[in-house]
């Protein structure tokens, strides 16, 4: 019976001169280790392969093996199984700290980590602890956010429906939009409600979340604000001169930044210098506070993604619930005068005002990102495309006019550093440290 077990084992090709292999191959692993006499062609006929085969699966170039040598078969699976915490791992002759890194699918640095190895040297007979694999998560791009924002509630809705759909009791949506009772919760009415939404992550500030400069470009002496947009409680917002908007009073510069706490204000956009009323669209913490006529606008959303976009309100009538939909902050301005770094000469039919072009002490704000916001204010006299000019020399690629004339003025820690001459009807503000609720159109 031995002999004809031999026998069998010869004619399959699974000895040779050195004796049988079999107890040189370790099957749950498709390895191999080289015995004296053993070449890459005996080795192959063996495994039933061709050479060139085991060469690539153990990246020879050369025919040449050595005695001791751990040889992959090809079809083999990078990484024996292993029980999930772990094993261990006696050295072979011809083996390094890369070639059993690869066998189990760990990093060298996991492997000298886990064994306390000061060097890659290792020696046949050493015992090592193979570290459990791990697979490195995959970095989420998204978080979710509570954004709150202003639906109005449609016929056929009750008080405990509308609550329910935004995970909310009826007595804590009364109290969220500051009503006496839950009877005034009645169809048609506009009221507050939390929703999560998935947002991107903003990506690392890269500086301080708002830094003043007294810079020169092109000989031009202006202040700038650099805000980094990147932080989660940096908040951009308009800041009035009067709750009544339309119909209420103007402020000095140098007023709006003692009575708001902004870290810097620089002065808003055009109004109506009899009724203090801006001229175009304002979105503050969502809500829609005045719509006009000028074509483009700031707008940035409830996790601080800034855009320099058209106007979306219609020309005729009341604005739509839609109109600047998922903006928290939109301010209306103008002319553009940069445009993805290129500079702008010809404008909107909207601005027709002689006194916008001529020489004038200037504001402007600009993006050089997305999350990058550019305040600059200058009471040196210059046109619409020295102004441009001097903001494309400062790195900004997208860019409005704001008011200017006597109304440029820009404020930094609650004191104004060039003051409006004239009463303003708004300013926008950079607040560093809000942590209050984030607002959605």
């Known amino acids: 019976m031995r002999r004809t077990s031999l026998l069998l084992l ?19 692993a498709r390895t191999v280790t080289v015995r004296a006499g053993d070449t890459l062609y005996r080795i192959a006929t063996r495994a039933g392969t061709s050479v060139a085969a085991l060469r690539a699966a153990n990246g020879l170039k050369g025919d040449t093996i050595r005695a001791g040598q751990v040889l992959r078969l090809p079809g083999a699976a990078t990484a024996p199984a292993r029980p999930a915490g772990g094993t261990r791992y006696t050295v072979r002759p011809g083996d390094s700290l890369g070639s059993v890194a690869t066998r189990y699918g760990v990093s060298v640095a996991a492997l000298k980590a886990g064994n306390s190895l000061g060097s890659s040297v290792i020696h046949p ?11 490195r998560p995959a ?40 009503l006496n009772s839950a009877r005034l919760i009645v169809p048609g009415r506009k ?21 003043f400069k007294r810079l020169s470009p092109l000989n031009v002496p202006v202040r700038i604000a650099n805000v980094d947009l990147r932080y989660r409680t940096t908040l951009i917002a308009p800041v009035l001169a009067s709750p009544r908007v339309a119909f209420g009073s103007g402020a000095r510069v140098s007023q709006l930044a003692r009575a708001s706490g902004a870290k810097v204000i620089i002065n ?76 702008l000469t010809h404008y909107s039919a909207a601005f027709r005002d002689p006194a916008l072009f001529g020489r004038a002490a200037r504001s402007a704000i600009g993006l050089i990102s997305n999350r990058d916001l550019v305040l600059v204010s200058t009471h040196a006299k210059l046109t619409t495309t020295e102004m441009g000019r001097v903001m494309a020399r400062l790195g900004v690629r997208d860019a409005l006019l704001l008011d200017g004339g006597s109304s440029t003025g820009i404020a930094w820690n609650g004191q104004a550093v060039l003051d409006s001459v004239r009463k303003v009807s708004y300013g926008i503000g950079v607040f560093t440290d809000y942590t209050g609720r984030r607002y959605a159109r």
């Open 139 to 178: 970095r989420a791009t998204t978080e979710i956010r509570v954004v709150h924002r202003y639906v109005r509630m449609a016929t056929g809705d009750t008080p405990a429906r509308l609550a329910a759909r935004y995970r909310l009791s009826v007595d804590q949506l009364r109290r969220l939009n500051g």
């Open 125 to 135: 007979g050493q015992v090592l602890k193979i570290p459990p694999r791990t697979a």
């Open 10 to 28: 010869i004619l399959l090709g699974l000895t040779g001169p050195a004796g049988p292999a079999l107890a040189a191959t370790t099957p749950a």
């Open 268 to 343: 808003g956009s055009y109004f109506h210098p009899q009724t203090y009323a801006p001229a175009g669209d304002i979105v503050m913490q969502g809500r829609m506070l005045t719509w006009g006529r000028i074509p483009m606008a700031l707008a940035i959303t409830p996790d601080n993604r800034a855009t320099i976009r058209v106007s979306t309100t219609p020309l005729l009538g009341r604005p739509l619930d839609t109109t600047w939909a998922g903006m928290e902050t939109v301010v209306a301005t103008g002319p553009r005068i940069l445009s993805r770094g290129q500079l």
């Open 191 to 211: 009221l507050l409600v939390p929703t999560r939404v998935p947002v991107p992550i903003p990506p690392r500030p890269v500086r301080s979340p708002v830094s």
